[in-house]
C-alpha cells in the first residue's frame, strides 16, 4: 500500500512544489521503516536486495589557503577516505572579481590534486555560485586535474542552462539536489547533459520515488549521487537505498556528534570510507524519545551571501 498511498496524496493534491513532497518523504521513509520492522527485515531487502556489501562515502575537504587543504586532504586520506569533495572558494569570495576566483580555485585543487595523488578521487561543489561563462571558464581550467564531478555549477532549475555549459565543458556534472520529483529527474537525464545525479531522499519522494529516478538513470548509464543532509534518519534510509540499487556511486559521510547522535539508539559504523550496512529490520535506527523531547524546535534565520554592490550571491 505504501506505493498507493503516494499515489493517492500526490495526485490528489492540487498543489504540488516541494514542500509537499518533502513531507511526503518523511512520510514515505517512515513507512517503509514500519514495513520493514513488522516483517523483521531491513528495507534494502524489501527494495530488492543487496547490491553491494558496504556503501562508499566522501569526505570534505576545509581550508582557506593551500597549507590548509593540504593539510585537511591529506588528514582524510589518512583517515580512509579515497573519495573527496572540495568547495574551491574562500571567504569573501563574494567580494573578488571572477578572475580572482578562478584563479585561486585553480590553485587550492591543484595543491588537493598533488597532495593526494591519482589515486583519491575528487568532486567540486560549487553550490550554484557562478554565472554560465564562469563556470564554462573556471571548469576548461581545472580539465587537467582529474575532477571526478563539476556539482551545481549554477542553479538546475535551469536545465536549459545547465545545457548550455555541459555543450562546453569536459567535466562530468552532477546536479539534482533541489529536484522533487521524477519528471524533472527524467528530462535532466534525456538531456544527456549529466553524469551523475543527485536526488535526496527527504525530499524526491523518498524511497518509493528515489528508487524510479534511480532505475531512469541505471537506463541512461548515469549514476546515483545522492544529495544527503545531515540526521541520523537520513543517514541510516540513504544507506539502504544505496544498498539496493546497483548505479550507486557515492555519497557524503556526514558523522554525526551531540544531539544527533543522542536521538538515535545507534548509528551506522564508517570504516576505511565506506558505511556498513546492518541487518537490522526496517532502517536499522530507532529513535530515542527521551532525547529527543531536550531538543526542542529552534527558530533560526537566513543568512545570505552578497556581492560588493549588495546583490545576491548564492
Same mark, same amino acid.
Given at each position: 500500500?505504501?506505493?498507493?498511498?503516494?499515489?493517492?496524496?500526490?495526485?490528489?493534491?492540487?498543489?504540488?512544489?516541494?514542500?509537499?513532497?518533502?513531507?511526503?518523504?518523511?512520510?514515505?521513509?517512515?513507512?517503509?521503516?514500519?514495513?520493514?520492522?513488522?516483517?523483521?527485515?531491513?528495507?534494502?531487502?524489501?527494495?530488492?536486495?543487496?547490491?553491494?556489501?558496504?556503501?562508499?562515502?566522501?569526505?570534505?575537504?576545509?581550508?582557506?589557503?593551500?597549507?590548509?587543504?593540504?593539510?585537511?586532504?591529506?588528514?582524510?586520506?589518512?583517515?580512509?577516505?579515497?573519495?573527496?569533495?572540495?568547495?574551491?572558494?574562500?571567504?569573501?569570495?563574494?567580494?573578488?572579481?571572477?578572475?580572482?576566483?578562478?584563479? &585561486?580555485? %585553480?590553485?587550492? =585543487?591543484? +595543491?588537493?590534486? /598533488?597532495?593526494?595523488?591519482? !589515486?583519491?578521487?575528487?568532486? *567540486?561543489?560549487?553550490?550554484?555560485?557562478?554565472?554560465?561563462?564562469?563556470?564554462?571558464?573556471?571548469?576548461?581550467?581545472?580539465?587537467?586535474?582529474?575532477?571526478?564531478?563539476?556539482?551545481?555549477?549554477?542553479?538546475?532549475?535551469?536545465?536549459?542552462?545547465?545545457?548550455?555549459?555541459?555543450?562546453?565543458?569536459?567535466?562530468?556534472?552532477?546536479?539534482?539536489?533541489?529536484?522533487?520529483?521524477?519528471?524533472?529527474?527524467?528530462?535532466?537525464?534525456?538531456?544527456?547533459?549529466?553524469?551523475?545525479?543527485?536526488?535526496?531522499?527527504?525530499?524526491?519522494?523518498?524511497? &518509493?520515488? %528515489?528508487?524510479? =529516478?534511480? +532505475?531512469?538513470? /541505471?537506463?541512461?548509464?548515469? !549514476?546515483?549521487?545522492?544529495? *544527503?543532509?545531515?540526521?541520523?534518519?537520513?543517514?541510516?534510509?540513504?544507506?539502504?537505498?544505496?544498498?539496493?540499487?546497483?548505479?550507486?556511486?557515492?555519497?557524503?559521510?556526514?558523522?554525526?556528534?551531540?544531539?544527533?547522535?543522542?536521538?538515535?539508539?545507534?548509528?551506522?559504523?564508517?570504516?576505511?570510507?565506506?558505511?556498513?550496512?546492518?541487518?537490522?529490520?526496517?532502517?536499522?535506527?530507532?529513535?530515542?524519545?527521551?532525547?529527543?523531547?531536550?531538543?526542542?524546535?529552534?527558530?533560526?534565520?537566513?543568512?545570505?551571501?552578497?556581492?560588493?554592490?549588495?546583490?545576491?550571491?548564492?
Amino acid at each position: 500500500m505504501i506505493e498507493h498511498h503516494y499515489q493517492v496524496v500526490s495526485r490528489n493534491t492540487h498543489f504540488m512544489g516541494a514542500a509537499l513532497s518533502a513531507a511526503m518523504s518523511a512520510v514515505d521513509i517512515a513507512l517503509w521503516d514500519i514495513l520493514g520492522k513488522s516483517l523483521a527485515v531491513p528495507v534494502y531487502q524489501l527494495l530488492g536486495g543487496k547490491c553491494r556489501e558496504k556503501v562508499k562515502v566522501f569526505e570534505n575537504v576545509r581550508g582557506e589557503t593551500v597549507q590548509q587543504v593540504r593539510a585537511s586532504a591529506r588528514q582524510r586520506v589518512e583517515q580512509g577516505f579515497s573519495s573527496l569533495r572540495m568547495t574551491p572558494f574562500v571567504s569573501g569570495f563574494e567580494q573578488q572579481t571572477g578572475t580572482q576566483n578562478i584563479s &585561486t580555485a %585553480v590553485e587550492l =585543487v591543484g +595543491a588537493v590534486r /598533488e597532495e593526494v595523488g591519482d !589515486g583519491v578521487d575528487l568532486g *567540486l561543489e560549487i553550490h550554484r555560485n557562478l554565472r554560465p561563462e564562469e563556470a564554462i571558464a573556471l571548469a576548461t581550467e581545472l580539465e587537467p586535474l582529474k575532477i571526478l564531478y563539476y556539482e551545481d555549477p549554477l542553479a538546475p532549475e535551469s536545465i536549459e542552462a545547465v545545457e548550455y555549459i555541459a555543450k562546453h565543458i569536459r567535466l562530468p556534472i552532477a546536479t539534482g539536489e533541489r529536484f522533487y520529483n521524477i519528471y524533472q529527474f527524467k528530462d535532466l537525464i534525456d538531456r544527456k547533459v549529466v553524469s551523475l545525479i543527485r536526488p535526496d531522499l527527504s525530499l524526491a519522494g523518498g524511497f &518509493t520515488q %528515489v528508487k524510479k =529516478v534511480a +532505475a531512469i538513470a /541505471e537506463a541512461a548509464f548515469v !549514476g546515483i549521487f545522492p544529495h *544527503l543532509m545531515g540526521s541520523p534518519v537520513n543517514n541510516a534510509a540513504f544507506a539502504h537505498l544505496a544498498a539496493a540499487i546497483p548505479n550507486y556511486t557515492h555519497t557524503e559521510h556526514n558523522a554525526l556528534t551531540g544531539p544527533m547522535a543522542e536521538i538515535v539508539d545507534e548509528q551506522m559504523a564508517v570504516e576505511g570510507g565506506y558505511r556498513l550496512l546492518n541487518d537490522r529490520p526496517g532502517i536499522g535506527i530507532e529513535i530515542v524519545e527521551q532525547a529527543l523531547a531536550k531538543y526542542p524546535y529552534e527558530r533560526w534565520a537566513i543568512k545570505g551571501s552578497f556581492h560588493a554592490d549588495g546583490s545576491v550571491a548564492h
